[in-house]
């Protein structure tokens, strides 16, 4: 079965550290520009990270530039992101998606045209 396995989140205090993975099973994600998305309750979907096959550039969401640290290990089939300085809104169940035509990021990418949705780990940052 082709599909991302996300793990690491938890329920940690504001200004603490987690480090979520995304595990690629059935296929290989070193070919193609990976993301980190978030949903929080009643808000909408939101593009949190990217990072891109090729050359392995980065870009972040404002709202966590600074705090947020994307990564990749393609031995392992696997993106992680290291978030530090958390805060309560960034509570919301996170997720990872493979772009299979571009091998690098595409801000503000349709969310159609990401692929391999996983199920996502929850994020719950106390105040």
């Known amino acids: 079965q082709v599909q991302f396995v996300e793990s690491g989140g938890g329920l940690v205090q504001s200004g603490g550290s987690l480090r979520l993975s995304c595990e690629a099973s059935g296929f290989f994600l070193e070919y193609y520009a990976i993301g980190w998305f978030r949903q929080a309750p009643g808000k909408e979907r939101e593009e949190v990270s990217c990072?891109?096959?090729?050359?392995?550039?980065?870009y972040y969401a404002e709202s966590v530039k600074g705090r947020f640290t994307i990564s990749r290990d393609n031995v392992k089939n696997s993106v992680y992101l290291q978030m530090n300085s958390l805060k309560s809104e960034d509570t919301a169940l996170y997720f990872c998606a493979a772009d299979l035509v571009r091998r690098a990021c595409v801000y503000g990418l349709d969310f159609s045209q990401w692929n391999y949705w996983g199920q996502g780990t929850q994020v719950t940052v106390s105040s």
């Open positions: 990072i891109s096959s090729s050359d392995r550039s980065t």
